[in-house]
């Protein structure tokens, strides 16, 4: 933990330089302490995410995604231990947005720690979303900017929760994984949830198991059925065992070509100034909606509700009344 030292009967923590340059360093405490501050939404983040800002942009993004049972955090810790054997120091965030108490995150990142837990090389962090001001697009990337400062060459996001919120938390990536698995009806799925839009490389896991060859199959056949640009980049879809180890290699191999085809075709650029402006959108709201949380106690709203009340004003006049009123008082 920081070093404390108390100033004026009160506890200083180390400085924001200091917890930056050491996270640029590699040690855990000063990077999990900044992760912290996000999740807390702490008021020195804005100082954080000022340190950090020229040291990102290096680490290669990773969202994996799939239904409850595809495998997901087995997945992860066999492709954290194939990403390592090709040198690559990783960043894991298990990201839960179905509740801060849901022990989903916390259980996969357990088991995953027992296999990486004294690798320097790997840095693993639950994180449950739900509750802060701008959701999901406002937390996540600035989780992942920590990770990208920290100097790891990938990081991954592994999604918890199921629903929309899967796919904002893969919309965070440059790559996304769409895991899936035989006998979870997972064709089915595919098109309910859209992932068809999402999925930069499909994995099959459970390979050894009947059915793989058939939702590989009719997931082919889906894809085949998308509209594609000249050039676009053409989906793989993989079959693994992750509890096996088994085709992770292949996994590594095709993110690796998917991120070359990013960079040459300036996608990745595209790809993350449309997350930048998704980010800054969601800080901004946030902070409107905390300047303004207080205007229904504005004095001048009970008169307005009245006139609404009443038919002497519509609601659209009144509202901007209401606003206007607020502002002035704020002036």
Do not use: C
């Amino acid at each position: 933990m920081p070093h404390h030292e108390p100033v004026g009967g009160r506890r200083r923590t180390a400085s924001v330089p200091d917890l930056v340059a050491a996270a640029r360093d590699g040690q855990v405490r000063a990077i999990a302490r900044l992760i912290s501050f996000v999740e807390d939404e702490s008021p020195l983040l804005r100082e954080v995410m000022a340190a950090l800002a020229p040291h990102t942009g290096r680490a290669q993004v990773v969202g994996l995604t799939g239904s409850p049972g595809v495998g997901k955090s087995t997945t992860t810790n066999a492709l954290v231990a194939e990403l390592r054997r090709a040198g690559r120091r990783v960043g894991v965030l298990a990201v839960d947005p179905s509740s801060p108490f849901s022990g989903g995150a916390l259980l996969g990142d357990r088991i995953r720690m027992q296999d990486h837990a004294d690798d320097d090389g790997v840095y693993i962090r639950s994180m449950a979303s739900r509750g802060h001001l701008g959701g999901l697009s406002w937390s996540t990337p600035q989780a992942i900017r920590v990770l990208d400062a920290a100097g790891f060459d990938v990081v991954l996001v592994e999604t918890v929760g199921v629903g929309q919120s899967e796919v904002e938390i893969a919309a965070q990536a440059d790559s996304t994984i769409v895991l899936l698995a035989p006998g979870m009806g997972d064709g089915i799925q595919a098109a309910k949830a859209g992932i068809l839009e999402i999925g930069d490389l499909y994995v099959v896991n459970k390979a050894d198991r009947d059915g793989a060859d058939q939702v590989r199959r009719d997931l082919r056949g889906m894809l085949s059925l998308a509209e594609r640009r000249d050039g676009a980049w053409r989906q793989p879809i993989l079959k693994i065992s992750a509890a096996r180890a088994e085709g992770l290699d292949e996994v590594v191999v095709e993110l690796g070509r998917h991120h070359d085809f990013l960079r040459e075709s300036g996608e990745l650029l595209r790809r993350r100034t449309r997350r930048a402006r998704q980010e800054v959108e969601a800080i901004a709201v946030a902070e409107l909606r905390r300047r303004w949380a207080d205007v229904g106690r504005h004095g001048a709203l009970e008169g307005l509700a009245t006139d609404v009340a009443g038919g002497a004003l519509d609601p659209y006049r009144a509202a901007d009344a209401l606003l206007a009123a607020h502002a002035g008082a704020e002036g």
